[in-house]
């Protein structure tokens, strides 16, 4: 199994053990209090759950080496997950997860460089399909976790991870503006040194150190994270440092959240 894959397992673990932690306490009434998300806790882990069935189905299908399912399987599935009282959604989700988590975790080598799943217009090898599974759990288990403790933050394992995925998220899920700007973000704990891009759409891109932008912007990778996610209010924005003409404001508005 390549190390990024590995990686990918580790993070995804570390986050759904987090939000166990959390959410096994609860009562009904804990789980139906609200998220950071639109959704209470229980929707939130609702989805969680269902996300494992439905992509579990696809990862299964290709670890057996048979073709995947359409996601015409989707529908009915959703309404199962919907119809459940809390609790159950509660245990349901930590099982349906702790399922997928086990089964990532038990494959050999050579299933793991097998793994090939065409889905949405692209191949996913298994470190890419435990990405994909990372940036939901991750985010949304951050979603439960704040409602409960204002300074939580991100899984630290899952931080590298979506960082480096975060081109993808800003080209499906940002703002545009009529009014093209650009900022520099430069960020810890990892470091990276990257350029936001604000126009008819948004991209996020390694900076260019001979490039010119309106601003600047450094903070914590994980606070960028939950940037680019819509999940940086300024109540639970980390110290950062700031200049130019264009800067934080200017971004979380370019980045509404989803």
């Known amino acids: 199994m390549s190390g ?3 990686q990918a397992i580790s993070a995804l673990r570390e986050s759904h053990e987090r939000i166990r932690a959390l959410v096994e306490p609860m009562d009904e009434v804990a789980l139906r209090a609200p998220s950071a998300h639109v959704w209470s806790i229980a929707e939130v882990l609702s989805h969680l759950g269902s996300q494992a069935e439905i992509l579990g189905a696809f990862s299964d299908a290709v670890i057996a080496g048979e073709e995947p399912p359409g996601f015409e399987i989707a529908p009915p599935i959703l309404e199962a997950w919907k119809a459940k009282g809390p609790v159950a959604q509660r245990d349901d989700s930590i099982a349906a997860n702790e399922a997928q988590l086990q089964k990532l975790e038990s494959l050999d080598v050579a299933a793991a460089e097998r793994f090939r799943l065409p889905m949405m217009g692209r ?3 298994l470190a890419g399909y435990v990405a994909l599974r990372l940036n939901e759990h991750a985010v949304h288990a951050w979603d439960v976790e704040v409602a409960a403790d204002p300074t939580a933050t991100i899984a630290p394992g ?3 991870l979506l960082l480096d995925g975060l081109g993808a998220v800003a080209a499906r899920g940002g703002k545009g503006s009529v ?3 650009s900022v520099r973000v430069g960020t810890t704990d990892p470091a990276r040194d990257l350029i936001v891009t604000v126009g008819d759409a948004v991209s996020i891109e390694d900076a260019d150190t001979e490039g010119r932008y309106d601003g600047a912007v450094d903070l914590p990778a994980e606070a960028f994270v939950r940037l680019v996610y819509g999940r940086l209010d300024p109540e639970r924005t980390p110290p950062f440092s700031e200049s130019g003409t264009r800067g ?10 989803f």
């Open 123 to 125: 191949e996913f090898d």
């Open 158 to 160: 899952a931080v590298a």
């Open 248 to 257: 934080l404001a200017d971004l979380r508005s370019a980045f509404p959240g």
């Open 179 to 181: 009014d093209p700007f």
């Open 4 to 6: 990024t894959a590995q």
